[in-house]
């Protein structure tokens, strides 16, 4: 997949600049077309640009720092950052699938790292998982290490 993704989106980029020369004004139903088409292949090709990133540099980072526990998904740097007070974090636990054994397509969607995970826990009436591709072994150790340290991080009742 590292190296198809670049020759998919050369050759993506060498069909639209094909298809943006035969745009004519006197054409018209066919241009509208064409301009569809074209967008439609601009958007598909920033979703393989985006998987090839995430696959090639792509990496889940947890912290509990300051009372919250932070998640983000880090490409090279940038990437979105999803903040839970530690106090509203409940129900932490290694959940499957576990492993990197792709079946279905909503697996493959979890496997990619567009979803899901094998740790999950509650925050806000809502269930968030991370810890794409980790073994259960592995899922259960980075549990134990997580769950220690948001009983620390935790906020003494007053």
């Given at each position: 997949?590292?190296?198809?993704?670049?020759?998919?989106?050369?050759?993506?980029?060498?069909?639209?600049?094909?298809?943006?020369?035969?745009?004519?004004?006197?054409?018209?139903?066919?241009?509208?077309?064409?301009?569809f088409?074209?967008?439609?292949l601009?958007?598909?090709?920033?979703g393989?640009?985006?998987?090839?990133?995430?696959?090639?540099?792509?990496k889940?980072l947890?912290?509990?720092?300051?009372?919250?526990?932070?998640?983000?998904?880090?490409?090279?740097?940038?990437?979105?950052?999803k903040?839970?007070?530690?106090s509203?974090?409940s129900n932490?636990?290694?959940?499957?699938?576990?492993?990197?054994?792709?079946?279905?397509?909503?697996?493959?969607?979890?496997?990619?790292?567009?979803?899901?995970?094998v740790?999950?826990?509650?925050?806000r009436?809502?269930?968030?998982?991370?810890?794409?591709?980790?073994?259960?072994?592995?899922?259960r150790?980075?549990?134990?290490?997580?769950?220690?340290?948001?009983?620390?991080?935790?906020?003494?009742?007053?």
């Amino acid at each position: 997949m590292l190296l198809l993704a670049p020759v998919l989106l050369i050759i993506m980029a060498l069909i639209g600049v094909l298809a943006v020369s035969w745009l004519q004004p006197s054409f018209w139903p066919q241009d509208v077309f064409m301009a569809f088409w074209l967008v439609f292949l601009a958007a598909y090709g920033l979703g393989i640009a985006y998987l090839w990133l995430w696959i090639a540099f792509g990496k889940e980072l947890v912290t509990v720092r300051q009372g919250n526990l932070i998640l983000k998904k880090d490409i090279m740097g940038f990437g979105r950052r999803k903040v839970f007070p530690v106090s509203e974090v409940s129900n932490l636990r290694a959940n499957g699938p576990f492993g990197s054994r792709v079946e279905n397509l909503p697996t493959q969607i979890d496997y990619l790292g567009f979803r899901g995970g094998v740790i999950a826990f509650e925050s806000r009436g809502k269930t968030h998982k991370f810890g794409i591709q980790l073994e259960e072994q592995e899922a259960r150790e980075v549990f134990a290490k997580l769950a220690q340290r948001l009983t620390t991080a935790r906020p003494e009742p007053r």
